[in-house]
């Protein structure tokens, strides 16, 4: 799909900034590995309820990372 392909380098230009941002150290990135984790064998068992489950609490963590963050840039 040409829109697709289009879009695919914003949307990767946009992942790689949040990861920066709410990832800053390797610490912080290896407790957000059991999350992605979750999402993968949801997705790998056909579970649609559990993956949107596990979609969820990752996205909220990533909204706490982002919030705290830049909370701390802010002051």
Same mark, same amino acid.
């Given at each position: 799909n040409q829109y697709l392909d289009a879009l695919e380098s914003a949307i990767f230009a946009g992942l790689l900034?949040?990861?920066?941002?709410?990832?800053?150290?390797?610490k912080q990135n290896s407790t957000s590995i059991p999350l992605h984790?979750?999402?993968?064998d949801a997705i790998i068992q056909q579970?649609?309820?559990? !993956?949107? @489950?596990?979609?969820? #609490?990752?996205? !909220?963590? @990533?909204?706490?990372? #982002?919030?705290?963050?830049l909370g701390k840039k802010g002051k």
């Open positions: 900034l949040s990861i920066r941002i709410t990832n800053p150290n390797a984790t979750s999402i993968a579970d649609p309820t559990a !993956a949107y @489950a596990a979609m969820k #609490l990752h996205l !909220a963590d @990533a909204s706490r990372r #982002l919030s705290v963050t």
